[in-house]
């Protein structure tokens, strides 16, 4: 499987830019643990509103599949946004 498969291609963008943001908080005053958590939040609300500004929202069905299509789609970028971090942290590291 790959990445794009479940990851709308619209949104792939989203992973380079919450990884510069997770930079960014990497330099702020917020603990490690929180960065990934935050990271997700941001990472929703960016996709929400992708899915509201490129949807028809008429029904109570379509407000429930915006829902789950901005969440599924923002953890799945913040994830690999942090996947890939961790990928680049890992190779830096001296066994």
């Known amino acids: 499987m790959n990445l794009i498969d479940f990851i709308k291609p619209e949104l792939l963008i ?11 908080l ?4 917020l603990p490690n643990t929180l960065i990934p958590r935050a990271l997700g939040i941001i990472s929703i609300f960016l996709c929400a509103i992708w899915v509201i500004a490129t949807s028809d929202i008429s029904t109570l069905k379509d407000v429930y599949y915006t829902a789950f299509v901005s969440v ?12 890939f971090n ?10």
Do not use: E, F, R
Not at 14 to 24: A, E, K, S
Not at 72 to 83: C, D, E, K, N, R
Not at 86 to 95: F, G, H, P
């Open 86 to 95: 961790q990928l680049y942290v890992q190779s830096k590291k001296k066994d």
């Open 26 to 29: 990497k330099k702020s005053n």
């Open 14 to 24: 989203l992973i380079p830019v919450l990884y510069v943001v997770g930079i960014g």
């Open 72 to 83: 599924t789609q923002g953890v799945l970028s913040a994830g690999a946004s942090v996947y």
